[in-house]
Every structure is written in C-alpha cells, then in structure tokens.
C-alpha cells in the first residue's frame, strides 16, 4: 500500500547499476535524486539504490513500468517519508553539507519540486566568498516546507546531504553568514554573561545609594551636633563651668596668700615650690637661705 505523500522508492536486485542507467529505465518519470547504496568495507554497490521522485504521480509511474536494469527486473517498494513535524511558524530549511563552488541557483534547482513557493535563497559564504557547506531556503507556505524537508538524504554534486527545519531568526543567519557562527551553547554563555553584567551594575548601583544614604546621615548628625552646641542649654553650661574655674582660681590665691603672710621670708621659695608641685610642674631646687656675699671695704 502507498503511503500518503510518498515520493520515493527503494530498488533491489540492480547489481552494478549506476545512477544514469536507472534514469534509463524509468522514462516519463521526473526524478529529483537517486541513491547508490555501496558497502562500507569494500566501498563496492551492493545492489540497492533510492530513488527520489518530484511528484507521488511520478512513484506510480514508476511502478507501472517494467525497469528492467542490468537484464533483470528490479524489485520495487514505496519509501515511507520520515518527517518529523513542522515547527509552528518554520517557513525556512537549512542544507548541508555543500561544496564550496555551489551557487544560489544550484541550491534552488535541488527544490524544483517546490520551486514555485521559494522565496529566498542565501548560501554562506566565507571571506574567500567559498560557501562554508551551509544554505537557507525561505517558502511561502508550510506545505512548501514539509516537502522540502522530505527531500533530506538525496545525493547533490556528489554528497548525500541533508535538509531540516530551520528555527534560528533572520538575524542569527545574517550574523551567520558574515562568519560569526552562534550556536545554542554560545546563546546560552552570552545570555549568561549578560545576566552577570546586568548584576554587577546592579550591585554597583546598591552600593553608590548605600555611600549617599551613610554621607547623608553624617551630614545630618553634624548639623545636630552644631545646633546643641550653639543651643541656650549648651551656652548655660559652659557659662557655669567657667565660673566654677574662675571661683577655683579665687580659692587657691586666698590660700597662698595667707600661707605667705604666715611664713617667714625664708620659708617663701619652699611654700612655692610645694604650690608648683601641687600644679603639677617641675621646680628646681631652691636653697634654704639664700646667702648674700659681702663687700669687703676697701682699704684707704
């Protein structure tokens, strides 16, 4: 039983038979791609090839035919399309890998089958303007899309190469194709890195309030300080303290006087060297009596 929208087949039994000799054996069959099948070991056919059709018109022409290859016939079985489903708003597919001479109009001419619905084409290029083995297809309509991408697996300028849905933006290919590839790994690091910026000015942010917040509060204990020096309060107490001293002053004059009228001459330098010690400071020592030398007359 056909499998709905199958637009391939799988041919056994055809020997050494080459690309062109099953192109001879299926006349009025418009075919996009054909596949040899060759033996890993010995790189030798082993018999087996795929063939990719445009149309699912051209898979039952093909199996109405006889195709005789190599002087026998060969055995024919419909491919079942493995396409996984498309992506909700995918109108791009992404081929690879490619040579580094192929054109735009080569990689459009792969899609003949949909030709009608392409809408762009951009092959990668390098700063040799060699293609770097990638290129993107844009269709108008989905239908477009899911047919393209069945077409995966197909053999072109020698490569089997492969189509898929294409989920990236048109700025991520833009930078792409400039030469600054960006998977999703180097999204994720960039993502994160600016996650880390966006943090660090953050904080940076916090700790400029915080040192404004602490010069204000200084500021404004400064101004309280000020205000309770030069408050009536404050003005009272320092006028009071200075009569305390002024009156301390007073009391210890009255003391040294009385102590000196009490005293001989003798025992003054004694009562102010105890005084001085009293003060604190350093005195030197003062004799008892202080001796006076006398003249001797002179002689007539």
């Known amino acids: 039983m056909k499998p709905e929208e199958c637009t391939s087949l799988c041919f056994k039994g055809i020997g050494a038979a080459t690309a062109d000799d099953l192109r001879s054996a299926l006349p009025g069959c418009d075919i996009q791609a054909v596949r040899i099948v ?3 070991d010995t790189g030798k056919p082993r018999g087996i090839a795929f063939v990719d059709f445009v149309s699912t018109q051209d898979v039952d022409t ?8 190599s002087g026998q016939k060969a055995t024919r079985s419909y491919e079942v399309p493995k396409v996984k489903p498309r992506p909700q708003g995918c109108l791009s597919v992404v081929v690879k890998p490619l040579g580094p001479q192929v054109t735009n109009d080569e990689v459009k001419a792969l899609f003949r089958v949909c030709k009608k619905s392409i809408a ?3 092959v990668i290029r390098n700063k040799d303007l060699e293609c770097t083995g ?4 844009d269709f108008n309509d989905g239908t477009a899309v899911e047919r393209a991408v069945r077409l995966s697996g197909l ?3 020698g490569k089997t190469v492969f189509v898929g849905y294409e989920t990236k933006s048109r700025k991520l290919r833009a930078d792409e194709q400039e030469g600054i590839p960006r ?3 180097n999204l994720k690091q960039q993502e994160a890195g600016d996650e880390h910026s966006i943090g660090a000015a953050g904080m940076a942010k916090d700790l400029q309030l915080e040192g404004k917040r602490k010069r204000g509060q200084r500021k404004q204990q400064q101004s309280t300080d000020e205000a309770a020096a030069t408050s009536p309060a404050a003005e009272t107490s320092s006028l009071h303290q200075l009569q305390e001293a002024a009156a301390e002053m007073d009391t210890r ?3 040294c006087n009385n102590g000196e009228s009490e005293r001989s001459p003798e025992a003054a330098p004694q009562a102010f060297a105890a005084n ?3 003060d604190g400071n350093e005195v030197l020592a003062i004799p008892m009596k202080l001796q006076r030398k006398r003249k001797r007359p002179k002689l007539a």
């Open 120 to 122: 762009d084409v951009r």
């Open 253 to 255: 004059n009255k003391k």
């Open 155 to 157: 053999q072109f300028q």
């Open 134 to 137: 990638l290129a993107f297809v």
């Open 183 to 185: 998977s999703n790994k």
């Open 276 to 278: 001085a010690e009293e």
């Open 38 to 40: 060759n033996d890993r």
């Open 62 to 69: 093909a199996m109405s035919l006889d195709c005789i290859i």
